[in-house]
């Protein structure tokens, strides 16, 4: 089963423009994680940010997380072209008694930057 | 540089046979993944090693499956009597954490086909 749910699931912007994605989770995590796919390709991981951080930036990308909220933010400034994939958050939970951690990734978010 | 290589990249089979697939992690990570996803979908875990122990497998597992990793290096994925239903990306991943999943180094996955 899928514990996060990213939204929107497309996005189509002008390249320049900032894109902003969501993800929602279910139970409490130790971390949640950003990662990224071109079609066709393996996943690549773009920032991690600990239940404990509300805050975290890489370069161009900048993640928030509100516990709270059980929701998680992920915004890519001045898009470009080559931003174009699809993006994927994913929650590390803990299960099965101390030290089993799973992570469990969302159907993810589609983006697409027109240039 | 030795990423996490996975091979083949694409098989198509005919329902009914078996196929393997082989991962081989970036060196001395060890953890390694199994995923599967399919269109439009984000990764479902499968099962996971760490060094030659297999800890952890997903209900989705059926009987059907099977994966090892001998001496805790490379792996393999065997799906006997493969149905139409199997038809996905498989993607293996790796990584150093101690102790939880931390970041996952993903190969470029194998896409199956069963027909």
């Known amino acids: 089963s899928q514990q996060g749910e990213e939204d929107p699931q497309a996005l189509s912007i002008q390249e320049g423009e900032n894109a902003t994605m969501n993800c929602s989770y279910k139970?409490?995590?130790?971390?949640l994680q950003w990662y990224r796919q071109n079609s066709g390709r393996g996943l690549v991981h773009l920032i991690l940010i600990r239940s404990n951080e509300r805050e975290k930036h890489s370069g161009r990308l900048r993640v928030t997380l509100d516990t709270s909220k059980k929701s998680s933010s992920l915004l890519i400034t001045a898009s470009r072209a080559a931003d174009t994939a699809s993006y994927f958050c994913?929650?590390?939970?803990?299960?099965?008694?101390?030290?089993?951690?799973?992570?469990?990734f969302g159907k993810g978010t589609k983006l697409s930057v027109i240039p | 540089d030795t990423g996490v290589s996975q091979d083949p990249r694409h098989k198509i089979t005919k329902r009914g046979q078996n196929v393997t697939f082989r991962c081989d992690p970036i060196?001395?990570?060890?953890?390694l993944y199994w995923y599967r996803q399919t269109l439009g979908q984000g990764p479902e875990f499968l099962t996971y090693f760490q060094n030659e122990a297999q800890l952890e497998k997903s209900r989705l597992l059926s009987d059907r499956f099977s994966a090892e990793r001998p001496k805790g290096s490379f792996s393999t994925l065997e799906i006997q009597r493969t149905e139409q239903g199997d038809s996905a990306m498989y993607l293996c991943?790796?990584?150093?954490?101690?102790?939880?999943?931390?970041?996952?180094?993903f190969g470029e996955g194998s896409r199956l086909t069963v027909l």
């Open positions: 991943a790796s990584s150093s954490s101690p102790l939880n999943t931390g970041e996952l180094f």
């Open positions: 994913a929650t590390e939970i803990s299960y099965s008694g101390a030290g089993s951690y799973q992570l469990t």
């Open positions: 139970t409490s995590i130790n971390n």
């Open positions: 060196s001395e990570h060890n953890r």
